[in-house]
């Protein structure tokens, strides 16, 4: 009887205009999440999580931020996909995107672009220094490994990183 | 029920460096405050010049609070954005658990709020006393009836206890006062205190 009653208001609440849930059945608990988007990184023709292995190398500080950076992103609607935390990208890198983020006055721009409805691709991981990406073809090498995934050269994981 | 995110022991194991932890403690707490002015900048339809002049600051200052790498947020200013949006400021240092969860949805709709309003303040207000005098009410039966139904068992055993070497007459008499007695068992106040109960929750 109460679990008719909670799914009869879950019922309710996912009908909501505007914004996306999922109900979540797990051991006989019944939860409610905000719609999700996925976090995928570009997997090398060697085989490298490109994206992981830039993790790595990074500081605690970087880590810590790039970590709370993809999960306020990971549940914001495409609208809000917008400055000061993200921006589409312009001319020749469309469409990709960019995660924007300081660390110790080093800008760090993490490129991807959108793969499906709620799916955003890592695939390049680079600075911004004086208005201009560090390495300068960062876009290049972006939609270089873009490619890669669209025609199976390369190929894409789901973030390792947990978001929830 | 939490409409946000649910954080897993791997989501919370990614944390356990400290400098990390601090990290992206900072900088989620950093967002959410420009993610919540900006929400509630929008959500009045002003510019953040309007907003500035609400606040007695340019905006430029307001564009900054705007931005989660800007790290140089003063209470002072809080405060002052606070009041122009006719909101309070909660600043508080909770636990763990409660944090995830307080930071599960950042989402621009969940950080909307209403300003001041005396009058839907007062109807929270009034729900709330009356949802607690309901409860106190079911509670206070469900108390007296406990106390009427002792009685009633010390009564009984008196009279059991005199009618030892007594005639009949006596035990007919107890009969009809426990059938004749007007006193709810205690299950049915039980059951009045808990549907007061829910009714309070749900008017609440």
């Not at chain 1, 999960?71 to 809000?80: C, F, G, P, R, S």
């Not at chain 2, 600051?57 to 900054?64: D, F, T, Y």
């Not at chain 2, 405060?79 to 600043?91: E, H, R, S």
Request: positive net charge.
């Amino acid at each position: 009887m109460a679990l008719a009653r909670r799914e009869f208001t879950i019922a309710k609440l996912s009908c909501a205009p505007g914004r996306g849930y999922i109900v979540r059945h797990r051991k006989n608990v019944i939860s409610l999440m905000v719609a999700f988007w996925t976090i995928r990184c570009y997997v090398s023709e060697q085989g490298v999580d490109e994206i992981q292995a830039w993790y790595i190398r990074q500081s605690a500080k970087v880590q810590g931020k790039f970590l709370s950076r993809l999960k306020v992103l990971a549940q914001l609607e495409l609208k809000d996909w917008r400055l000061p935390l993200f921006r589409w990208l312009h001319g020749d890198c469309v469409p990709l995107g960019e995660l924007r983020f300081e660390v110790q006055k080093v800008q760090h721009r993490p490129l991807g672009y959108r793969a499906g409805e709620r799916v955003f691709t890592l695939t390049f991981c680079a600075k911004e220094k004086s208005n201009r990406f560090v390495p300068a073809n960062a876009c290049q090498i972006a939609l270089r490994h873009k490619a890669n995934i669209e025609n199976g050269k390369g190929s894409s994981n789901v973030c390792w990183l947990r978001l929830e | 029920m939490s409409a946000g995110f649910a954080w897993s022991k791997e989501f919370v194991g990614q944390l356990g460096n400290e400098e990390l932890r601090n990290a992206y403690t900072a900088d989620h707490v950093r967002t959410r405050i420009a993610l919540q002015i900006r929400a509630l900048r929008e959500q009045r339809d002003w510019s953040q010049a309007e907003l500035g002049e609400r606040a007695g600051k340019p905006q430029n200052v307001i564009s900054r609070l705007e931005d989660p790498d800007y790290g140089a947020v003063t209470l002072k200013t809080l405060l002052g954005i606070a009041a122009a949006f006719n909101l309070p400021l909660l600043v508080d240092m909770p636990e763990w658990e409660e944090w995830f969860d307080r930071m599960s949805d950042l989402s621009s709709r969940a950080l909307h709020r209403q300003g001041f309003d005396l009058d839907r303040l007062a109807a929270i207000a009034d729900r709330r006393a009356a949802a607690t005098s309901d409860a106190a009410a079911a509670f206070s039966r469900m108390f007296i009836g406990q106390q009427v139904i002792h009685d009633l068992y010390s009564s009984v055993a008196n009279y059991n206890s005199a009618l030892i070497g007594q005639g009949s007459r006596e035990q007919e008499k107890v009969a009809a006062m426990l059938s004749t007695s007007t006193v709810p068992p205690l299950g049915a106040a039980l059951a009045a205190a808990q549907n007061a109960a829910v009714a309070a929750a749900r008017a609440a």
